[in-house]
């Protein structure tokens, strides 16, 4: 039974309250049902039952007549502080996240210019949505709605923390990108069905119940049962399609492939409520209908998040039958019906993986293969399996495991120093334009909640030794070390690679790319001499560009000088991680990964010091290998041909693998 809790709410020990919810939303809704306009009016645009949505926080005028002046709404950053023309925002580092020329001989501006479209545009060709593939998906377009909602997301939580949006009308920014989404026609799987949905693989997972909205999984924003109707021999029926089960209460007999569901109402657990049979009627009526008719049942399992207290994440575990239902008498006297599911056999374990993964943890039975329980010898806050299932390879060749860059004596770069003055407070806060630091970021504050990456940049400007906050500010992502447990294991043709066993969200950081640094000469050097380049990563390849930060337009946000995701870089940085390097360097190519680089800078002795810091491209579920886009040398791009000409053959078997790469 799905209790209905938000992502954010955090419920009093012993008060969850399962039943809350469900009993209020009608089955029928097919789309979560969000704040009504009060004035009842509906565009003809939406789905009945679906309001308008209202980016600013409040309903104004949605008629589309014209007659009467519509009211100017708040402008989404009207609350970012004023920034004067006299303030020099480049502090002359050179190290500005603008592009242009020209803007280094102006000044930075950090004021947005924002316009306002009507809410009621259909945005989905904006990131690449047909109606068609709004109807049914694939896996491209299920990656695609999720990239850009959790990009809203992201950064209405930006916003949020800077104090820009007023914060009493957006606390759950996950419903309110899900709702932009859904209003806007970012969405696909829009027609409910029985069995699998394209585009969404068994362990897939997800952070927040609105994805699995906006994706068609489970169309129920808060309800544990969703469910379709059919026209049947006895009239108009319902027959339930998919659940979530929140694993806590329904795992009495739980083996991984079998769930004991309870069926909703009736107000068990709830102390000072009577306590009544639950009713065949709703979702329980639909689960009744699919014992008798055994359709395949989606089932999510929602699994506490360890990360943040009160949050779940939602693990996709598949396709499940009703093999068995009957009642049962609760604790107080009611009656509970119960719904036994099975896992339809032959399919990838996905719930599984994550019972195996905590017994690894808790050290019964050991992870099998494990050669080393610790890779990094202690240099990690969290120890770094070496593990090898598939041959007798006891382990990689040697090197000294560090956690960040060793530059050479002689290397200096001689930047001027550019630390945050920000001492007496705790940390650097959002929305704090007195912040060096922050100012140089443009004015956002680079991390959200969970220290995730709220847009890539051309560089992030991190705080670091020598600013004056402490050290447990949170512009300090890139260097606390491993927030998720890793594992270097052997893979089956592309040598040693790297996995983590905790669920990785999009946007957080996983590591950086340590080693020492070196230059082009030295670089050469090593392959004249017959050295391997493979533990080199080189930031003056050619890399991909690609799009991970959310559409202004989807925000009625245009900005003047769109933020770029290119990269741009002070000098250029060479890294050997050969002799030198922490689990970066077990990180494979791929053509399709779900890893990127982003180039972050610092203070260090009073200069600045560039590094490759690594985050989640999307959500990567426990075990998934990560991989990043290696990028081409820039010799393979001028050899005349304009296919590009790696020198190793790809073998990331992803659906646009380019073949190759260096
Ligand atoms: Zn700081
Ligand atoms: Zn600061
Ligand atoms: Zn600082």
């Known amino acids: 039974m799905e209790e209905g809790l938000g992502q954010h709410s955090v419920p009093p020990p012993g008060s969850i309250d399962k039943y809350k919810i469900l009993d209020i939303k009608p089955i029928r809704s097919l789309i979560p049902v969000f704040s009504k306009n009060p004035q009842g009016q509906s565009s003809g645009q939406y789905p009945s039952g679906f309001s308008p949505f209202f980016p600013f926080g409040g309903p104004h005028d949605t008629s589309t007549t014209g ?40 000044r930075v501006k950090l004021k947005k210019h924002k316009v306002y479209n009507d809410v009621h545009v259909d945005l989905s060709g904006l990131v ?29 939580s930006q916003l949020v923390d800077a104090k820009e949006l007023n914060t009493g ?56 049962i969703d469910a379709l109707h059919i026209q049947g021999d006895r009239g108009e029926e319902t027959l339930a399609v998919s659940i979530v089960s929140s694993g806590e209460y329904d795992d009495e007999a739980d083996d991984g492939d079998v769930i004991i569901y309870t069926g909703q109402g009736g107000n068990f657990n709830k102390k000072d409520k009577h306590v009544s049979d639950q009713k065949l009627h ?59 599911l099975i896992r339809v056999p032959g399919q990838p374990s996905a719930f599984a993986v994550w019972k195996s993964v905590q017994k690894w943890k808790a050290g019964f039975p050991a992870r099998t293969g494990l050669i080393l329980a610790d890779l990094s010898s202690g240099a990690e806050s969290l120890p770094v ?35 945050c003055s920000c001492s007496g407070k705790k940390a650097c806060v959002p929305g704090d334009l007195d912040c060096s630091c922050i100012r140089r970021n443009e004015g956002d504050f680079p991390y959200i909640i969970n220290g995730v990456l709220a847009n890539r940049k051309p560089l992030v400007h991190e705080c670091g030794p020598t600013c004056q906050c402490f050290p447990n500010c949170k512009n300090r992502v890139s260097q606390t070390g491993l927030k998720h447990q890793m594992e270097v294991f052997k893979t089956k043709d592309k040598g040693w690679g790297l996995r983590s066993w905790d669920p990785i969200r999009a946007g957080a950081f996983i590591c950086e790319y340590a080693g020492e640094v070196i230059d082009k000469a030295r670089l050469s050097q090593l392959v004249q001499e ?42 250029p940085l060479i890294i050997n991680a050969k002799n030198v390097g922490n689990v970066a360097r077990f990180m494979n190519h791929s053509c ?5 680089w982003q180039p972050v800078l610092y203070e260090e002795n009073n200069q600045s010091f560039l590094h490759v810091a690594f985050f989640a491209l999307r959500h990567i579920p426990p075990m998934h290998e990560l991989t990043y886009d290696y990028g081409s040398d820039r010799s393979d791009h001028t050899e005349g041909s304009s296919a590009r000409k790696g020198r190793k053959k790809c073998l990331c078997e992803s659906s646009n693998c380019r073949g190759s790469f260096t």
């Open 530 to 571: 017959g050295d391997t380049d493979e533990y080199v990563f080189d930031t003056t390849r050619i890399y991909e560009s690609f799009k991970w930060n959310y559409e202004p337009k989807l925000l009625e946000e245009a900005i003047t000088n769109e933020s770029s995701e290119d990269y741009a870089l002070p000098h």
């Open 169 to 224: 009308l957006i606390k759950r920014t996950d419903l309110k990108a899900g709702n932009i989404c859904m209003t806007k026609g970012i969405r696909t799987n829009t027609a409910k069905r029985v069995g699998s949905v394209p585009g969404v693989e068994i362990g897939d997972i997800f952070f927040f119940r609105m994805e699995m909205c906006v994706i068609g999984l489970h169309a129920q924003s808060m309800g544990g």
């Open 282 to 340: 709703k979702g329980n009526l639909a689960l009744d209908r699919s014992s008798r008719t055994h359709n395949e049942i989606r089932v999510i399992r929602g699994i506490k998040d360890a990360v943040s207290p009160g949050a779940k994440i939602y693990v996709y575990d598949g396709l499940y039958k009703i093999q068995d239902s009957w009642v049962e008498k609760a604790k107080g006297g009611g009656g509970l019906f119960k719904y036994k």
């Open 128 to 156: 690449g949505i047909s109606p068609g593939q709004r109807d049914n998906g694939n896996r491209e377009v299920v990656n695609t709605v999720l990239l850009s909602f959790d990009a809203l997301r992201r950064r209405l």
């Open 385 to 419: 399996s070496l593990v090898n299932e598939v041959d007798n390879v006891k382990s990689p060749a040697f090197f000294t495991y560090f956690h960040s860059l060793r530059h050479p004596k002689s290397f200096s770069l001689m930047q001027p120093s550019h630390s």
């Open 67 to 106: 007659a009467k002046p519509r009211a100017m709404p708040t402008p989404l950053q009207a609350f970012r502080s004023p920034f004067g023309e006299d303030e020099d925002l480049n502090d002359n580092d050179g190290f500005s996240n603008k592009r242009s020329a020209a803007s280094h001989s102006t």
């Open 592 to 596: 399709s990964p779900n890893v990127f």
